[in-house]
């Protein structure tokens, strides 16, 4: 089992700056593929930025976002800048064990989210 705590929304007027962070309740380091994610008011949910042993990021933040992992603190994170309206929603961090060819699919850890809104 893993437990997963989002930290680190808030709310940010656009071209601002905010940093997540995933407090992760063990190691990942033995293999462990991890994920933000986000859900914006009446869309699904997509995946924005996951990490093994490379990154992938959606094309929309891309440039913008960067994920990283703390395997000594056991945190995941998601640097996020120039942020716009359209990044605002629900940012919720996912994990699974290993790969499965997909960076955006097969989570089933998930934690219960951070709120970020980004005002033009």
């Known amino acids: 089992q893993v437990q997963l705590e989002e930290s680190g929304g808030g709310s940010v007027q656009a071209g601002g700056s905010l940093r997540l962070s995933c407090a992760v309740s063990r190691n990942t380091q033995d293999g462990y593929t991890m994920g933000w994610f986000r859900q914006a008011p009446g869309k699904e949910r997509e995946a924005v930025a996951s990490i093994y042993v490379g990154k992938w990021y959606s094309d929309s933040v891309k440039g913008r976002f960067t994920i990283f992992r703390d395997d000594t603190e056991n945190t995941l994170s998601l640097q996020m800048n120039s942020l716009k309206p359209e990044d605002s929603g629900m940012y919720y961090c996912?994990?699974?064990?290993?790969?499965?060819?997909?960076?955006?699919?097969?989570?089933?850890?998930w934690g219960q989210g951070t709120q970020v809104t980004v005002s033009s």
């Open positions: 996912a994990a699974r064990r290993g790969w499965n060819g997909s960076w955006q699919t097969g989570y089933n850890y």
